[in-house]
């Protein structure tokens, strides 16, 4: 039997070459809603790298008063037409699909940046993240709401696109869905009918407007797991009501509700915590409805999302961070490399630091959005080989001992300690759910022993070592050394770092002293602990 990860699938009568997406994420490329140069070689890389179908536009606003401050796409004006027409040219002449969300934020939102108009809510309950108070939505509001949903979807068929999905997981539209938002008593307020009032004629109007020309999918929470909140079983009724209306083509099932900094954290699961955690809850939807399911939560190896296909809970896998990490993972999958895949980690560096208002990069791949400047994919140089000397077995020696090697130079790498990975040895040590994160290792030793680099272990050099080598070039990669001197006047040597600790070289009594808010302090602690 063939992979099912490499089975077509038609979805709605578009193709799809394969069984793997890569679901609508922000990752803070894009300035003043268009789409950059730098968004659509990311994109472009997935889409040469074997993907089916790269859904784009993380929270795509339809609206003004639904700001995009975060790097996502604006489909208020047609200004997105032209450039995102070009993007589509691109996506498809590497025969993958191309879909893109779309959304009102409702209270998920802020009134003091874009154009500052105030937020809209079914009712006026602000959002514990966002922390701005909404004004409740009037009928007006309403109704101009749905005329942007028209508006932007008859400018997603101008651009050219596959499909558009509309975004119900704590945006307006499930908002009105949420007995913990929606208080109203009129006509959108009260019983179910009511609450998904303003959803079916979203839908009605999107459908009259795409007028056969593109798929309408949306995305919906699986639960908003709060008490008073949608329950699994809720959402499912709700599910079951949506694909009874016959307006949608597929829907895409998701988490919990991102309201709360608990919830966001569960719907996007760090290293450490189960993998697919809500496929039942998709599974379920899937059986209730009858409609293409797709499903995207913490998918990041190609067993989990073989797994997810294969037993039927899902028609399509979403693997997103998966393929921040390795763009051409279904590329290596269909040649029969799987081993080569570069794994996701769970580190959430790439979403940890769109929440610090930075762009979105992966802790394991250089590349990823750097694409213009980072190749994904190590040519061979054109060049003479050069003699390189790596000093430093760590993630970043090794990725340069890799690098080079791939491009035809004869490397050698040194390090001091017996084993290769540096301070991720230590992470592996600290803690259970930080040997996955240290796992990245794994892939950059054995892709270093592929290309050919002589590694030499147990062996510190000294400059008169490295000499010895001939070197044409030499890349120290030796990271640096705590220093407690810096920050005492006195006393530094009854001072041990964490390193000291986690590498079990020392056992301390006495205070452990956090001044940087990181995780390594309670880590050193809980080890301390243990012993």
Not at 450 to 470: F, H, N, Q
Request: charged share 20%; hydrophobic share 40%.
């Amino acid at each position: 039997m063939g992979d099912p990860l490499l089975e077509p699938f038609d979805l709605a009568g578009l193709r799809l070459r394969n069984r793997v997406f890569s679901s609508s994420h922000s990752p803070g490329y894009n300035v003043d809603g268009m789409p950059s140069d730098r968004y659509v070689r990311y994109h472009e890389e997935k889409a040469l790298g074997g993907i089916g179908l790269t859904m784009i536009g993380g929270s795509s606003n339809v609206s003004v008063d639904s700001a995009s401050l975060w790097g996502q796409l604006s489909f208020a004006t047609d200004a997105v037409v032209e450039p995102l027409a070009a993007m589509v040219d691109r996506i498809h002449r590497h025969e993958a699909a191309i879909m893109c969300q779309l959304t009102h934020m409702g209270r998920r939102n802020v009134s003091n940046d874009g154009d500052w108009l105030p937020t809209i809510a079914p009712s006026p309950v602000r959002e514990p993240m966002h922390r701005f108070w909404p004004k409740q939505a009037e009928p007006a509001d309403l109704a101009r709401v749905v005329a942007d949903f028209a508006a932007a979807t008859r400018r997603a068929v101008d651009a050219g696109l596959d499909g558009i999905e509309l975004l119900a997981t704590s945006h307006l539209l499930d908002q009105f869905w949420s007995p913990l938002v929606n208080r109203r008593t009129d006509a959108y307020g009260g019983s179910l009918d009511n609450r998904l009032r303003l959803t079916f004629e979203v839908l009605e109007a999107v459908r009259t407007a795409a007028d056969g020309r593109l798929l309408v999918g949306l995305r919906m929470l699986g639960t908003e797991d709060h008490p008073g909140g949608l329950t699994e079983d809720d959402c499912c009724g709700i599910a079951m009501r949506l694909a009874g209306s016959g307006l949608l083509d597929f829907l895409n099932v998701a988490g919990p509700a991102l309201a709360t900094d608990d919830g966001l954290s569960r719907a996007i699961p760090p290293a450490g915590t189960p993998l697919a955690p809500y496929l039942p809850v998709a599974a379920a939807v899937r059986s209730a409805t009858g409609l293409p399911i797709l499903h995207a939560t913490r998918v990041t190896d190609i067993s989990t999302a073989r797994h997810a296909v294969e037993s039927g809970a899902v028609d399509l896998v979403g693997m997103t961070r998966a393929h921040l990490a390795d763009p051409h993972l279904m590329a290596k999958l269909e040649r029969g490399e799987a081993d080569r895949i570069r794994t996701c980690v769970g580190a959430s560096l790439c979403i940890n630091r769109l929440h610090l208002g930075l762009d979105s990069v992966c802790i394991q791949n250089p590349a990823t959005g750097r694409e213009a400047t980072v190749p994904q994919l190590v040519a061979r140089g054109e060049g003479a080989a050069r003699r390189i000397v790596v000093v430093g077995g760590g993630p970043a020696g090794l990725e340069a001992a890799r690098v080079a090697a791939e491009r035809g130079h004869d490397v050698v790498l040194f390090e001091a300690g017996d084993r290769l990975g540096g301070q991720l040895t230590l992470m592996a040590r600290a803690a259970e759910r930080q040997k996955e994160v240290a796992g990245l290792i794994d892939w950059l030793v054995d892709e270093v022993h592929r290309a050919g680099v002589d590694v030499r272990l147990s062996t510190p050099v000294d400059v008169d070592d490295i000499w010895l080598e001939s070197p044409e070039m030499v890349v120290v990669a030796t990271g640096g050394q705590p220093d407690p001197a810096w920050v005492l006047d006195a006393g530094s040597d009854l001072v041990h770092s964490s390193w000291d600790v986690l590498g079990g070289h020392v056992r301390p009594t006495g205070l452990i002293d956090d001044d940087i808010l990181q995780p390594i302090a309670e880590t050193a602690a809980q080890q301390q602990q243990r012993r």
